[in-house]
């Protein structure tokens, strides 16, 4: 991959985001270096940070931010985003942060989370998520905060993820009415 491929991929997340739309869109899709475009960070002639919270993105996550291979911070909450998150983020293998808190997200948890060694904050909180948390969540090895409060997930809460509080991982699921940690709600 390079930077150009790359380039390609954030046009596209700003068309499918409804870019134009934006609050500060500053640069996009400018000759202007990448790395100078608002809310990007270039290293390495890679793009390794997405930041754009609060910034009117409507639309929904395009699959091919999946192939962003240097993705170390993915920061777009407080948007209007629609839609499920991809299903093989899993594949942003040095993702740290992953923030997607108060969009319109629907759709699973991808099981591919639990592949995001790296990961240290995965908020999902305030959403329309659905479906149970998967096991794979708690494969999170770096994982500091993980907080899907305020969604419709249901079913049990994993084990390995009751175990990620006991060892001190910041876990938040409350807000979700049909979910359950040993048979009470949460």
């Known amino acids: 991959m390079s930077l150009e491929t790359d380039k ?13 739309s934006w609050t500060n869109k500053e640069k996009w899709g400018s000759d202007a270096p990448v790395g100078e475009w608002f809310g990007i960070t270039v290293e390495n002639d890679r793009v390794t ?23 170390e911070s993915f920061e777009v ?5 629609e839609g499920e998150l991809p299903s093989k983020i899993g594949d ?24 995001l060694k790296d990961l240290e904050t995965l908020n999902a909180s305030d959403n329309q998520i659905s479906g149970r948390i998967p ?20 079913g049990e809460v994993p084990t390995a993820v009751v175990d990620m509080a006991q060892e001190g991982v910041a876990v938040d699921v409350t807000n979700n009415p049909q979910l359950t940690e040993e048979g009470a709600p949460v």
């Open 135 to 154: 096991d794979e969540v708690g494969k999170m090895e770096s994982a500091r905060l993980v907080s899907v409060s305020n969604n419709n997930l249901s």
């Open 8 to 20: 390609a991929i954030l046009m596209q997340f700003f068309e499918s985001t409804k870019g134009e």
């Open 92 to 115: 942003l293998s040095k993702l740290k942060t992953l923030d997607v808190s108060s969009n319109n997200i629907t759709g699973e948890i991808p099981k591919s989370v639990g592949e």
């Open 49 to 71: 940070k997405i930041v754009l919270p609060s910034n009117n993105l409507a639309g929904t996550i395009p699959v091919s931010v999946e192939e962003l291979g240097a993705l």
């Open 77 to 81: 909450q407080n948007n209007s985003i």
